[in-house]
């Protein structure tokens, strides 16, 4: 089904969760100025997947309509979709819209759960479509959960075990798990957060090759929220000073497990080394290709701000600022372009069909260098007065906001007000946490280049040329 954003705040309105700000236990986490526009920004994928048909495709499993993001894409042209709507939601929010993960999770753990059964004759497979059935049937809001804290990374995960999420105890019942996840984003404000391993482990490692979900009433699972200074700047209030005020920055925490209970109902990989590689490959592809359409979304926003930006300082007709804008879109379309390639040239796993993997990983590559560019010109275009305005305290300061009116006004078709808008907005983007999440989300691009070097047929092209100059 399809439930409105006012449905799913009034349910996360009665989740009971331990969630830290600034070392401060909160109690109405909801209101929170700091969590409140992750959760706006969740809202929004309701709204659009309620304004647009594409977005919210009929499914088997539960014989209705669903939500894109909890959907298994069986054709490339899902997949599209897919991209579709993550893509207008980055540009639409300009930041995170914090489901990217679960869609990614579901989209691993459907094939991995499927093969695991076929090879052990177990019923992962069915405890997982049964909760998906739950998930579709009440329009939950999933995130995924990889990042391990790690330690010191010159030791094996054996040597280090508490820096890594891993099976405490089992009964009958299920399991006890213990350890954290870092860099979560939005775990907070989802009903669902799916816990899958950080990495491939070896013989001996098997207590960290597991996969569960995590749900509101599971006990001893602590949120600590990042603090940054834009954070901060959520906490001092005003009506557009923290620039992206409605949706906010990418909002991420720490996720402590402490000794938490997950019955066997929601225990979909345990122990299991070949699940433990197919599940991260799966989830891995999937979310690479899924940031190139949300970082084409990210640009398309900066590209709408750098515009305004030049209309709003009179700047519209020069050639040379245009043309920044320019090769800012050629690199939004580049990136879009190289996830639609990689659905479209896609391959069938287990039911599920998943994007290519080589042009997948090279959508990570190109995103980051794409995001980064786009970044550089938009700071060119706003020029140096995104990080030295004035804030919108100052403008509406009796004593000397008329003089602020007055000197940061420039054409006068934009208000001094709605120019001061633009600048905060521009700032947010080149200032906030977003550089950081779009190169290390889903893996930083040392990670995807290990793909690509192991997958690349670097032999055809050798052949190609040695051909080409006659060589033997």
């Known amino acids: 089904m399809i439930i409105s954003r006012n449905d799913y705040i009034e349910r996360l309105s009665g989740y009971r969760r331990e969630i830290y700000v600034k070392g401060e236990k909160i109690e109405n986490f909801v209101e929170h100025p700091n969590i409140r ?125 508490d820096m890594y999420v891993h099976v405490v105890e089992k009964s009958d019942a299920g399991i006890v798990v213990s350890g954290a996840k870092i860099h979560q984003s939005g775990a907070f404000a989802a009903d669902v957060n799916f816990v899958l391993p950080t990495q491939t482990f070896k013989q001996g490692e ?4 597991i996969a569960f979900a995590v749900t509101p009433e599971d006990e001893g699972v602590k949120f600590i929220l990042q603090s940054t200074g834009y954070q901060a700047k959520f906490r001092e209030g005003g009506s557009f000073e923290p620039g992206n005020f409605k949706y906010g920055d990418r909002l991420t925490c720490t996720v402590i497990f402490d000794n938490v209970f997950i019955p066997w109902d929601r225990v979909f990989v345990f122990e299991d080394l070949e699940a433990n590689r197919h599940l991260l490959t799966g989830f891995a592809v999937s979310h690479r290709c899924a940031g190139a359409a949300c970082k084409a979304g990210f640009m398309d926003s900066m590209i709408g701000a750098a515009s305004l930006m030049l209309k709003a300082n009179g700047l519209e007709k020069v050639a040379a600022l245009k043309q920044k804008i320019g090769e800012m879109v050629g690199i939004s379309e580049a990136a879009y372009g190289i996830a639609i390639g990689a659905a479209t040239k896609g391959y069938e796993d287990w039911g599920v069909y998943q994007p290519n993997t080589l042009i997948a990983n090279a959508g990570k590559v190109i995103g980051v260098d794409g995001l980064n560019k786009v970044i550089m010109n938009l700071a060119e275009i706003a020029g140096g007065i995104p990080v030295t305005a004035p804030s919108e305290f100052d403008l509406k300061n009796p004593e000397i906001g008329a003089l602020v009116e007055k000197y940061l006004s420039a054409n006068p078709e934009f208000t001094t007000e709605e120019r001061l808008k633009i600048i905060k907005f521009i700032e947010f983007w080149v200032t906030s946490s977003h550089l950081l999440g779009g190169i290390h989300g889903g893996g930083s691009p040392a990670a995807s280049i290990i793909f690509l070097q192991i997958l690349a047929d670097i032999k055809s092209k050798e052949e190609a040329v040695k051909e080409a100059l006659g060589l033997k």
């Open 37 to 161: 526009p992750a959760i706006n920004a969740i809202a929004f994928t309701y709204d659009l997947a309620a304004q647009k048909e594409e977005y919210s495709p009929f499914s088997e499993l539960v014989h209705q309509k669903v939500n894109r993001l909890n959907y298994v894409n069986r054709t490339p042209e899902d997949l599209i979709a897919r991209l579709d709507y993550q893509r207008e939601l980055s540009m639409r929010t300009g930041t995170c819209h914090y489901r990217c993960p679960g869609a990614d999770a579901i989209c691993s753990l459907y094939p991995t759960t499927k093969a695991l059964d076929q090879r052990l004759d177990t019923d992962y497979h069915q405890k997982f479509l049964a909760f998906l059935k739950e998930i579709q049937s009440k329009d939950y809001a999933c995130t995924g959960a990889l990042t391990d804290t790690k330690g010191d990374r010159s030791k094996r995960p054996k040597e280090a075990r």
């Open 206 to 209: 098997e207590e960290f090759a």
